[in-house]
C-alpha cells in the first residue's frame, strides 16, 4: 500500500462492496474519541506533545496489521500538499478541519480504507469504521476490536463516573458516534423530507451533510448520528440508530413506490433527462452533477435505467469532487476548468458502461 494508492483510488471498500439496503443506506459508520491520560488535549497540548502522540500511534502501526490481519500506514499530514489532504477529505478519511492543520497530524488507515484514525484532530485519537449499507453492529464489532488493540499499547484519559474523556463535552462517555449516510431522493421530491428530518431532530439525532458537520447536503444525501454520548450505554446508541435508520429506508422505499405507480412517466422523464445531460454535457458544475447524479442513481435502483451499475454513483461522488478532478489533472484548474474536466469524466464512466 502506497500514498498514491490511497489518493488515487476513487473507491474504497465501503464504496464497492454490497451491503445491506445499500440502495438507500450508503453506509454506516462508528467514530471513538479516545485521548492519550498524561497528554493534554490537541488543542492545549504543545507541539512537543503533539508529536508524542504521533510517535505512539505510529508504534501501534505494526499491532493493528497483525491483529487485523490488514496491512496499516502513517500518513503525516505535514508531508503531503493541501489538496492531498482535501482529496482526503472527500474520500470520507479524515474530516475537514483535520485538512487545514497539518503540523503533527497524521492519518492511521487500513488498506482497505474501512478502518482509519485521524491523530491529532479534535482528539489525540479518532478512529472510524466505515462499511456499506446498514450495517451498524458489523461496523461497531470492528471498532471495539481495534479500540481494544489500541487501548492495550496506551493509557486512554477514562473516568469511572464519566467514562472516556474528550475535548467536546458532548463526547465524554463512551466517546461513539454513530452514522449513517442516506440517499433520500423520493423523500425529497415528494417533499417530505422536512417533516422527516424534524422528526429526527426531535429524537436527538443531529441531521448533517455530505462530509458531516458544517457541510450541506448535497445529491440527497444525508448524515444521521447521535448528538449526546455521556449517560448511554454503546449497544444503546447503536441500536436507537439503527432503528430510526430502518425506519426512514421504509419511508423512503414508500415514497419510491408511490412515484414509481403514480407518476411513472413523470419519474422516467426526470430520470432520463438527467441520464441525457450527463452522457452528453461539456460543463457540468459540482451541485448540478451531484443533483443529476441523484437522479440517475434513483433511476437505476427502480430499474428504469438497467445498462449502469450503481456503483458508478459511489465512484462519481469522489471522482467529480474539486480536489480530486486537480489531483487526477496533476495542475491546479479554474471553476471552468473544473467543470468541463467533470464533464468529460462522467461522460467516460457512463460511456464505459454502456
Known amino acids: ?56 500511534v505510529k508504534n501501534s502501526v505494526g499491532d493493528l496489521t497483525k491483529e487485523t490481519g490488514t496491512a496499516f500506514m502513517f500518513l503525516d499530514l505535514d508531508k503531503i500538499s493541501p489538496l492531498e489532504r482535501f482529496v482526503l477529505v472527500e474520500k470520507h478519511l479524515i474530516s475537514p478541519v483535520h485538512a487545514q492543520e497539518a503540523k503533527y497530524r497524521g492519518l492511521l488507515t487500513g488498506a482497505d480504507g474501512v478502518v482509519s484514525i485521524m491523530v491529532n484532530e479534535e482528539d489525540h485519537l479518532r478512529a472510524q469504521v466505515i462499511l456499506p449499507g446498514l450495517q451498524l453492529e458489523e461496523a461497531w464489532q470492528v471498532a471495539n476490536s481495534v479500540d481494544d488493540i489500541l487501548e492495550a499499547k496506551m493509557d486512554f484519559a477514562f473516568s469511572e463516573r464519566q467514562g472516556y474523556l474528550t475535548s467536546c463535552p458532548t463526547n465524554v462517555g463512551s466517546g461513539l458516534r454513530a452514522s449513517v449516510m442516506l440517499h433520500l431522493p423520493a ?100 451541485q448540478e452533477a451531484m443533483r443529476l447524479l441523484s437522479d440517475v442513481r434513483l433511476g437505476v435502483d427502480l430499474g428504469i ?17 474539486p480536489n480530486f478532478l486537480q489531483k487526477i489533472a496533476h495542475r491546479d484548474l479554474d471553476a471552468m476548468g473544473r467543470d468541463m474536466m467533470r464533464a468529460e469524466i462522467i461522460r467516460q464512466t457512463i460511456k464505459r458502461q454502456t
Do not use: H
Not at 425506519?247 to 430520470?271: G, H, M, P, S, T
Not at 435505467?305 to 469532487?321: A, C, G, H, M, S
Open 187 to 286: 423523500l425529497v421530491i415528494t417533499n417530505q423530507i422536512g417533516r422527516v428530518l424534524s422528526a429526527i431532530s426531535q429524537l436527538g439525532l443531529a441531521v448533517r451533510g455530505l462530509y458531516g458537520e458544517g457541510s450541506e447536503a448535497i445529491g440527497n444525501i444525508y448524515q444521521i448520528s447521535n448528538q449526546m454520548t455521556l449517560g448511554f450505554a454503546e449497544r444503546e446508541i447503536v441500536e436507537n440508530l439503527q432503528s430510526v435508520a430502518g425506519q426512514i429506508v421504509e419511508q423512503e422505499r414508500l415514497a419510491r413506490d408511490y412515484l414509481f405507480k403514480n407518476n411513472n412517466e413523470q419519474l422516467a422523464d426526470r430520470v432520463f433527462r438527467a441520464y441525457g445531460i450527463l452522457s452528453c454535457a461539456r460543463i457540468v458544475s459540482s
Open 1 to 56: 500500500m502506497s500514498l498514491n494508492n490511497i489518493l488515487d483510488q476513487p473507491l474504497t471498500s465501503w464504496m464497492k462492496d454490497p451491503g445491506p439496503d445499500n440502495d438507500i443506506v450508503l453506509s454506516s459508520r462508528i467514530r471513538l474519541a479516545r485521548n492519550i491520560g498524561v497528554i493534554p488535549f490537541p488543542n492545549r497540548a504543545t507541539e512537543e506533545q503533539l508529536n508524542q502522540v504521533v510517535e505512539t
Open 305 to 321: 435505467i438497467q445498462e449502469i451499475d450503481p456503483k458508478i454513483f459511489n465512484e462519481l461522488l469522489v471522482k467529480t469532487r
